[in-house]
């Protein structure tokens, strides 16, 4: 069924995270198993998506988390979201569950339903080939699950263009769940802007400026890979389950050890920045150059915190995780795990199908992607995710469980940028990447970015008092705002130019203020869903970890201070408008947003 | 002692407003006397007063108001706040008192302070032309309480120009205290802008475009009045003390009555709107033209709601107050309260020194002014406004004193305007014209202005549901950030232009969500000042009047639903963050703005 929207709507909710957590508050009852028919899988565009200026080809996709429980999504760059708004469409919401193993055809106005018993088991890129056989075009975009997301991993992912993962929070499950294992999309449409010659100019200035702005600059090098020797050298990568925050195999599996094996770049829809690596080598595995190549989370997820320095390793982890369609984060951070729980005893050969899993057996990390995948062995234990795993195992594993709300953290040291940590607590779908405000706004934005938001004051990586908070919290309109706009962050478009963006598609005549206020919005739609689903204040919390000292390295000893850290995160409560007893926000905030309708839902 | 101020600090509190909050939170004591030499006077400008655009030529002058005993300030136009600016200052901090009648006499960087014992007892007019006279310049600025002012009149205000009245809070009562008659002001330097072409071109596009935009265009017409039949003709003009909204006599005292004795048309430093009307008759009265003439509160203080449809005894009475240095707004609602007590028999001619004091009465209002300005007979009980003379009298009295917290309501009726009564009920100074978004917000700049604010649904005059609030709420934001700028609202720039002002006269890469915070900021200094003076919420409220029937007129029956009105007041409150069982702002709003120090003062 196509539904039209209205303007007001879509002003209201933008798109991607606002869309998602609309139709999940508005559509999805109270309570629906993640894994039932009764969740919807929603795919989301934002505003901007798919206009000719970079930054625009992404997508988001989400639905009620199977790994969390509460609110999830991903976000993905590539090609397949603005294919999408070019068949015309903003958003695709699917419900219920095929019969059988099916994958949907959009060719711009025509959908089709189409058997996808042949594609069952398939790697992803075989998938896509067989799809683009099928369908006698191969620049067809293809979003898909892989054989783990068949499975129902609960930190399955969506691959798109193959080297694209909307990762997190298991939606890849949900995809696997509904006998979904594709949606190729061909669009021909020509988006209607608002004022097209405004936006040519934005473009052009990005062309023309990107490569002098620091983080794009990087980027382009390295992908997001280029900080990892820099954190290292912090003492901040995280590294054998965030036992340390400096290992020291690092330049062998760093940003300059992965472009040895570079064969080119790759970028999304209208982006000149080309972040995406492409490697590939032939010995001791061949790796597929059709697979990309990993990210700065992939690598510290399948080296460090592994404790693996192994580049070939690493490069076939990535490669085995965009084939099989596992999030790399929470596949990396499950292995640590259970790496953890073998050195200390928890876990013992017998557990592990003989493997001696100790930290740095950089095989026993490729065999047990496989063994998750496939749903097999101690895999069939992991794929539930670290949190349902330790609960299995007991034993005092839950120890060695690095999640928030049961989702694994990222590769950010809570330790060494307690707003991060801050963040991975207050965000909506447990620890996550995308959620705030990166710590490199912290270093180099202050003076100039952040005082469009009157933070005034520099703040340190290390603070964590009320002008760290606010940061984070405006930081987090912000950043909450691009969830909806659907627009790559890393592209560091100044503050006015990305309003300038959004006046130049909608013809809104939008503010930084409206913006925030969109970020907001968003903030308190999720925060409520999370409520709603029985999410409880007390899940508000770090592992126990990042209350004891790092043991090594330039931060040795740095902890997280408890009592600063709940005195933040009531700061953060107050400033955000939650109710420091339940956790919710309260009905005033709902009603300043406009959106005192989600208390009904 | 002259001070300097960092570029932080201005950032933080901007000026106007923001500076008098903050230096009253830090500087005068919990509890002082109003009128006593603890209080402190202080002359602001903002960041943008006296640069070459229009609208700025502009100050405020604020204290602990004895008139409400809370926040108190007053913001006026002309030419003195430019000029004090071109004399090197951004604000005058009056403090303790003068042994003996004294005035200020500030050429550039040599500041003096002189007697005034010749000037003491001097209309305003001639206290002007005596300093000129002395100083050897016309060209000086003249800002200067009037007899009133000396007399500790309550609600006496402080004149520049002559014609341009920093009304309200009885201001000028606390510079009588001080026995500062005058602060002269010559200013020859220049001052630095960040982009002075910026500024240039913003000021040509408003003398290119100001009559297109329908305020602007009124106001370079009619003057502030240029609405009085309108809002009659819609039955809301306040007439015989809020009784009634529609007056008979109105087209008598109308803006086209008015005109008929125009001399011609002033404005203030760099503004070609010019919005002053100048005035003048010879006959029964004469009325001097120096004085100007009536603005729209003016217009209906000293007619409708004394039920006096004589236009040449408006422009005498307004002549009168200008000589006198009162508040017109107060000084016709506390004549109104008079002269309702009489008609209900609670005051006799016994009381009144013999006037026959109905509705009506014009020769009444033009010989209570007198009284009140010297204190004098019945005038004595006066100057100390409604709500004191009300307790004085006794007998019930109360019931028509028109006030929020102890300040006259201005001329907009609330029963027509619900939105403005509630923010005559939350602001800071009591019931202020100033303080919130005017009406004809509502009417004209919905679908183009509001939307920058995110507010969307267009709301109607009659309306106080959440959207109503929200709007409110965003509104006093930005009215309030207007009130730090000290730049003229009535200008009506777009809100980018605001934005735009503020970037090229300062460099700050500020943005609309900065401003609405500075606003928000400014409201939480105001309110917290208040609730630490003593206030209690059980003060926000309106007078019973509003939640009776409007008596006759196009609005006949309209009331205010109480249970309508008190819940709009909650969600005020929750919006603004605000507790609702003490009133006071939470902690968390005071942290996310960064001004939690005022909680220790």
Redo the contacts between chains.
Sequence with gaps: MIEETDE?FC??YFGGRGFISYFLLKEVPRGAEPLGPENKLIFATGPVTGVPVPGSGRNSVGAKSPLTNIYGDGEVGGYWGAEFKHAGYDALIVEGKAEKPVYLWIDDDKVQIKDAGHLWGKPTKECQELIHEELGNNNIRVAQIGPAGEKMVRFACIINDLGYACGRCGIGAVMGSKNLRAVAVRGRQKIRVADPEGLSSIAKWYRDNFKNIGWPRMLHSHGTAARFIDINRHGGLPTRNFQTGLFEGAEKVSQDAIVTALKGRRGCYACPVKCKLIVSIDKPYRVDPAYGGPEYETEAALSSVCGIDNLEVLLKASELCNAYGLDTISTGVTIAFAMECFERGILSEGDTDGIRLNFGNAEGMLRLIHLIARREGLGNLLAEGTARAAESIGKGAEEFAMHVKKQEIPLSEPRWKPGTGLGYVVAPQGADHNDNIHDIWYETAIV??L????V??PVSVNDLG??K??LL?YGSMWKQMQNCLVLCWMTSYP??KI?DIVRATTG???????????GERCIQMCRYYDIREGMSKGEDKLPERFFTPIESGPLKGYKLDRIVFEKAKN?Y???A?WDRTTGAP????L??L?I?WIADT
Tied chains: 1, 2.
Excluded: A, C
Excluded at 451 to 454: C, D, E, I, P
Excluded at 508 to 518: A, D, I, N, R
Excluded at 586 to 589: D, L, P, Q, S
């Design positions: 007001s002003r209201r100039n970015e005082n469009n938001f009157g005034f004051e009320v002008n908070v606010r919290y503050v006015q309003v809104w005549p939008t503010s930084v203020f409206e913006l925030m206020k969109m700061i409560y107050d400033m408008g309260t009905i005033g905030k009603q300043e406009g005192e």
